[in-house]
C-alpha cells in the first residue's frame, strides 16, 4: 500500500501535493459555509473530519500496536514462543478479555474484568503517584512565597497576590457555616469573606483562560485563511 | 382563709332574697322566652302546671348545705322550698312555681326532666355514661385535700372541675357526684338557692392560695343526685366551678322552711320586687364565734344583688386582686328576682343568671349551656350573600364557551443578514486586511524581549551543536493550524544549528504531523537527521515508561526501522541523554502528563510549545520551575522569528491575529454599552 501511494506521487509529488491543497482549500470552504447556516457541505466536511481521524487513528494502532508490536513477534517465533516471547501472551489474554465483554453471557463477561482490572489499576497508579509527585508537591512549593523578598516592593505584592488569589480560591469552595462562640465566629466570617475575594481571582482566571481560548481560535482562522491567500490561491507572497 | 368548720357555716347566708317575686309578670318571663325563641322552641306551655303541685320541702335546703358557711343544723332555709304558691297571676314565675310545687324530684334526673318541662322540651333518655361522667363536685376535692380520716361520705366524688372552667360550661345537672344519707331529693327551691348560693361560694374557693377547700365542704357538700328524670321536677342547680356542692342541712318537713328563711319577710305579691338576691349580708345573725370564722368578705355586707353570674369559676376570681366583683354583680342584675318562698321565685332566682363570656355576655336570662346544647337542634346554614362580582361571574360561566380556531402558524421568514453575519464579516476583513499589509511592517507590536519566548529561545539557543533533542508532536490535525508554524520555526532552527532529533508523539495523528514537519525541514537543511519513533501507545503509562526504560532496542520507528539500527541509539540510551526535551501540546493533559509522569524523573530542563488556551496552565508549572520556559502558539512563533531575524508565515498571520483581536475587543465593548443603555429601567415606586 505504502508502495503504491509512493509510486505514485513520489514521482508526482508536486501533484498529490496540488491536489492535497485543494481537497484541504475545498473543505475549508466547506467549513466556512457554516457562517451562513449549517449546510450539507458543513456537515460532509465535518462527518469527513471525524471519519478521516479515526479512521488513521486506528490504521495506525492497528499497525504500530497490534501488528508490529504484539502479533508479528508473537508469529515470527512460534518455535520458541514460550522460550523468548511469552511475555507477550500476557498482554494478548488481557486484550482477548476486554473483547468478552461483548458477549451477552455474564460469565464470559467477567473474565473481562481481569483485563479492565489491570487497567483501571495502572491508570489509578499513575494518576495517584504523578498528581503527588508532578502536581501537588510542586505547586505547592510554588505557593510557599515569601511575603517580604529582599527590597523588592513589586515581588512582594507578586508573591502577596499570589499566596491570597491561591489561598482565597480554595476558600471560595469551602460552605460550611461555622457557629458557636464568638472566635468560631468570627473564623468563618474571616474565612467566609477571603472566599468572596477568591471568587473574583477566579472570575479574573476564567477572563484570562477565555481570552486565550478566543487568542486560539483566532490563530486558527487566522493560519487557514493565509493557507487559502498563500497556499492554494497564491494571492499572498 | 381558715378553714371553717360545718357548725361554724351561717346559715341562710348565701340564700336566697325573701323578697324575690313570684307573681308579677317579670323580665324574667322575657328572659326565658327569648331562651326559647333562641333554642327554636315554642312558647311555654302550660304543661308545668302539674309541676306547680308540687309539695314543698323544708327539711333540706339545698342552699344551706350548698354554701360551706351554712350549719345543716343552725340553717332551716326554705326560701327555695316550694310551697305552692298560688299567686295564680299566669305569669311564668307562677306556673314555674306551680311547677315545681307539683312533686319533689328525687333524682338529678327528674329534676332535669323537669327542667326540660319548664321549657317546653321533649323528653330524652338519660345516659348513665353521661351522668357518670359529671364533672366531680366539690366534695371530691374536699375528700381529697381534707385528712385521711374526714368523714366524707362522698366517696363517689369524681374530680372536681378545673376551677377555671366556667360554669355555664358544666352541665346543669351536675349535683353532687354521690350521695349521701341525709341527702334527699331536691327540690326546685333547694336547688335553685344552690345555684345562688354556689356563685356566692365560689369566691370561697378563690380566697384559699393553696387551693385547700374547707374541711366544711367535704361535708356539707353531699347533695344526692335525681334518681329519673320523670320524678324530679325541679330545676337543677348549677355547679360552679371550685365551689362547694350546696350541703343538705337536717331533713325538713315538706312544706318547712328553714329557719333563715322564716325570718326573712315575705315579699309583696302585687308589688313588683326587685329582684334582689341577698347573699351573706342578709343571713342570719351568726355567733361571734361563726362570724369570726367567716372570710373577711363575707364579713363585709355584700351588696344586694338580682343576678348572679354564673361564671363563677371564671380567671376574674382567681386573680389576685379578684376579689368578689360586687359592682359587676350588681350590673348584671337586669331585673329584681322573684321571691324566693316560692318555686316560681327560685326559678327566677335561677334562670336569671347573667352570662359573662362569650357573646352573650351581660345577657341575663340564658338558658345553661348543658341544656341548649344537649337538645338537638337543626343548624341551618344562611344563605350566602351574592355580590354583583359573584352574579356576574356566575353569568360569564353560564356563557357558552366559544372554542377559537387555532391561530394559523407564520413560518418564519430567514432573515437574509443578521447580526452575527455583520460580526463575521467584521472578523474577515480584519484579518485579510493584515494579512495584506507590506511585510516591512509586519510584526507591528511585537515584544520578543521580555515575553516567555525569549526565555524559550535561550533554552534551545543553550543546546550544544551535535546533541540531541527530544521532540514530542502531542497534537492533532485540528490543532496544527496554530502550533505548525511554531514547529516549523523550531524544526529549522535545530537543523540549522545542527542539532539531533529524536520525535515521537503520544496520538496517533502527531507521528504524521511530525513526519512532514521533520520532512520539510530535511528539504531545506539537507544534513539534518532526525529519527521518528512514530505513535508510542499509553498515553501515561507509556510516557511513563519512555522516562524510565526508554524503548526497547528493536522498537520499530515510523518507517520500520528498528531503534537499533539508528545511528542516534549509540548515543541515546535514556531520557538523560538528551540536551533538551521540548513536548508540543495543543491540549492541558499532554502537558500535564508530562509534567506529573517525566518532569519528577527528568533532570534536565524541560520546555514546551503550546497552544494559546492551555497557556495559564503552563504559567503554573513555570511559576513552579517544573517548565523551564514555553512558546506561545501563533505569537510565539512569530516572536521565535523575529528573535531568529527571519519573519516569515507567523509574523504575517500575528498581524492578522492582532487586528482580529481589536475587532473582537471593539464588539465586545459595543454590545456591553448597547445593553447597558437598553436595560430595562426600574419602575418608580408611585
Known amino acids: 500500500m505504502d508502495t503504491l501511494f509512493t509510486s505514485f506521487c513520489g514521482g508526482n509529488g508536486d501533484v498529490c501535493n496540488v491536489i ?43 499497525r504500530t500496536v497490534l501488528w508490529e508490536g504484539l502479533l508479528a513477534p508473537l508469529l515470527s517465533d512460534m518455535g520458541n514462543l514460550f522460550a523468548n516471547e511469552w511475555l507477550l501472551l500476557i ?19 467477567t473474565f473481562s474484568n481481569f483485563g479492565l482490572g489491570y487497567l483501571f489499576g495502572v491508570g489509578a497508579a499513575l494518576a495517584i503517584s504523578g498528581a503527588l509527585s508532578g502536581a501537588l508537591v510542586p505547586q505547592l512549593g510554588a505557593t510557599a512565597l515569601s511575603l517580604a523578598p529582599n527590597g523588592d516592593a513589586l515581588n512582594m505584592l507578586n508573591n502577596l497576590l499570589i499566596v491570597v488569589g491561591t489561598l482565597g480560591a480554595l476558600l471560595a469552595f469551602r460552605f460550611v457555616n461555622v457557629n458557636g462562640t464568638p472566635l468560631l465566629r468570627a473564623y468563618g466570617q474571616v474565612t467566609a469573606t477571603w472566599g468572596i475575594i477568591g471568587r473574583a481571582f477566579i472570575m479574573v482566571a476564567f477572563g484570562a483562560i477565555f481570552a486565550n481560548v478566543l487568542a486560539a481560535r483566532v490563530s486558527a482562522l487566522v493560519a487557514q485563511l493565509y493557507f487559502l491567500l498563500h497556499d492554494w490561491l497564491a494571492i499572498i507572497k | 382563709m381558715d378553714e371553717l368548720a360545718p357548725s361554724d357555716h351561717l346559715a341562710g347566708e348565701t340564700t336566697l332574697s325573701p323578697d324575690l317575686p313570684n307573681s308579677a309578670p317579670t323580665a324574667l318571663d322575657d ?25 314543698a320541702r323544708e327539711d333540706q335546703s339545698p342552699i344551706v348545705n350548698a354554701s360551706p358557711l351554712v350549719s345543716p343544723e343552725e340553717t332551716e332555709f326554705t326560701a327555695l322550698t316550694a310551697s305552692p304558691s298560688s299567686n295564680g297571676n299566669g305569669s311564668h314565675s307562677d306556673r314555674l312555681d306551680q311547677a315545681a ?8 334526673d327528674d329534676e332535669v326532666a323537669q327542667a326540660r318541662r319548664l321549657l317546653g322540651l321533649p323528653e330524652y333518655e338519660q345516659d348513665e355514661a353521661a351522668l357518670e361522667a359529671r364533672p366531680p363536685t366539690i366534695d371530691s376535692i374536699a375528700a381529697a385535700q381534707s385528712e385521711p380520716n374526714s368523714p366524707s361520705s ?79 321536677e325541679s330545676i ?12 343538705f342541712p337536717k331533713e325538713l318537713e315538706p312544706g318547712e322552711l328553714p329557719e333563715w328563711m322564716r325570718e326573712l319577710t315575705p315579699p309583696d305579691a302585687d308589688a313588683p320586687q326587685a ?16 362570724k369570726k370564722e367567716l372570710p373577711d368578705w363575707l364579713r363585709d355586707s355584700i351588696p344586694v344583688a338580682g343576678a348572679i353570674s354564673v361564671d363563677a369559676a371564671s380567671d376574674e376570681f382567681d386573680q389576685d386582686e379578684g376579689a368578689f366583683d360586687e359592682a359587676a ?28 363570656t362569650g357573646p352573650l355576655a351581660g345577657v341575663s336570662g340564658v338558658l345553661p349551656l348543658a341544656i341548649a346544647a344537649a337538645e338537638p337542634h337543626k343548624l341551618v346554614s344562611p344563605p350566602l350573600p351574592r355580590t354583583d362580582g359573584g352574579k356576574v361571574f356566575e353569568a360569564v360561566l353560564a356563557l357558552p364557551v366559544i372554542v377559537q380556531p387555532p391561530a394559523p402558524k407564520t413560518a418564519d421568514q430567514p432573515r437574509l443578514i443578521t447580526a452575527n453575519h455583520l460580526i463575521y464579516l467584521l472578523v474577515l476583513l480584519a484579518a485579510l486586511l493584515a494579512l495584506f499589509l507590506p511585510s516591512d511592517i509586519s510584526g507591528l507590536g511585537l515584544e520578543f524581549t521580555t515575553s516567555p519566548t525569549a526565555i524559550f529561545y535561550d533554552h534551545v539557543q543553550a543546546a550544544p551543536p551535535g546533541s540531541s533533542v527530544l521532540l514530542s508532536f502531542d497534537y492533532t490535525p485540528g490543532q496544527a493550524a496554530e502550533l505548525d508554524p511554531a514547529a516549523r520555526v523550531v524544526v529549522q532552527d535545530l537543523a540549522q544549528r545542527k542539532l539531533n532529533v529524536v520525535a515521537f508523539s503520544l496520538t496517533p495523528g502527531g507521528a504524521g504531523i511530525a513526519q512532514d514537519v521533520l520532512s520539510e525541514a530535511v528539504q531545506q537543511n539537507p544534513g539534518f537527521a532526525f529519527v521518528n519513533l512514530g505513535y508510542i501507545p499509553g498515553s501515561e503509562a507509556g510516557l511513563r515508561q519512555l522516562a524510565t526504560l526508554w524503548i526497547p532496542r528493536d522498537f520499530p520507528d515510523a518507517n520500520g526501522i528498528p531503534w537499533s539500527a539508528s545511528p542516534l541509539s549509540s548515543r541515546v540510551k535514556g531520557l538523560d541523554d538528551f540536551a533538551l526535551v521540548i513536548p508540543m501540546t495543543g491540549g492541558d493533559e499532554p502537558l500535564r502528563w508530562w509534567m506529573e509522569q517525566v518532569q519528577p524523573l527528568h533532570k534536565g530542563a524541560i520546555s514546551a510549545v503550546i497552544t494559546a488556551a492551555i497557556e495559564p496552565s503552563a504559567r503554573n508549572y513555570t511559576q513552579s520551575l517544573q517548565l523551564a520556559g514555553f512558546m506561545r502558539g501563533l505569537t510565539g512563533a512569530a516572536e521565535y522569528e523575529l528573535l531568529l531575524n527571519h519573519p516569515s508565515q507567523a509574523v504575517r498571520t500575528v498581524d492578522a491575529l492582532s487586528f482580529v483581536s481589536l475587532a473582537v475587543a471593539a464588539v465586545i465593548i459595543l454590545g456591553n454599552v448597547a445593553f447597558l443603555m437598553n436595560r430595562p429601567r426600574k419602575k418608580q415606586p408611585a
Open chain 1, 20 to 62: 492535497g491543497i485543494w481537497v484541504a482549500a475545498l473543505l475549508t470552504l466547506c467549513v466556512f459555509s457554516f457562517l451562513i447556516r449549517d449546510t450539507f457541505l458543513f456537515r460532509l466536511a465535518s462527518n469527513l473530519l471525524v471519519g478521516t481521524a479515526a479512521g488513521y487513528a486506528g490504521a495506525v494502532i492497528i
Open chain 1, 91 to 109: 498482554p494478548l489474554a488481557l486484550g482477548a478479555s476486554l473483547l468478552l465483554k461483548l458477549v451477552p453471557n455474564w460469565r464470559a463477561t
Open chain 2, 31 to 55: 328572659e326565658v322566652a327569648m331562651a326559647r325563641r333562641l333554642l327554636g322552641l315554642p312558647e311555654f306551655e302550660e304543661e308545668l302546671a302539674p309541676l306547680a303541685s308540687r309539695p
Open chain 2, 101 to 108: 310545687s307539683e312533686t319533689v324530684p328525687s333524682t338529678l
Open chain 2, 154 to 232: 362522698l366517696e363517689e366524688s369524681a374530680s372536681i372541675p378545673a376551677p377555671d372552667a366556667t360554669a355555664a360550661e358544666l352541665p346543669i345537672l351536675e349535683v353532687a357526684a354521690s350521695g349521701s344519707a341525709q341527702s334527699e331529693s331536691w327540690d326546685f327551691a333547694d336547688i335553685a338557692a344552690a345555684a345562688v348560693i354556689g356563685s356566692a361560694v365560689s369566691e370561697i374557693s378563690n380566697i384559699s392560695d393553696n387551693d385547700t377547700l374547707p374541711l366544711a365542704f367535704s361535708e356539707s357538700a353531699q347533695v344526692e343526685t335525681p334518681s329519673s328524670p320523670q320524678e324530679s
Open chain 2, 236 to 247: 337543677p342547680s348549677q355547679v360552679f366551678n371550685g365551689e362547694v356542692e350546696p350541703a
Open chain 2, 275 to 290: 329582684e334582689t338576691f341577698i347573699l351573706a349580708s342578709q343571713v342570719p345573725e351568726l355567733d361571734e364565734a361563726e
Open chain 2, 329 to 356: 354583680v350588681l350590673a348584671a342584675v337586669a331585673e329584681p328576682e322573684p321571691e324566693p318562698q316560692t318555686t316560681a321565685a327560685l326559678a327566677n332566682a335561677v334562670a336569671p343568671v347573667v352570662e359573662s
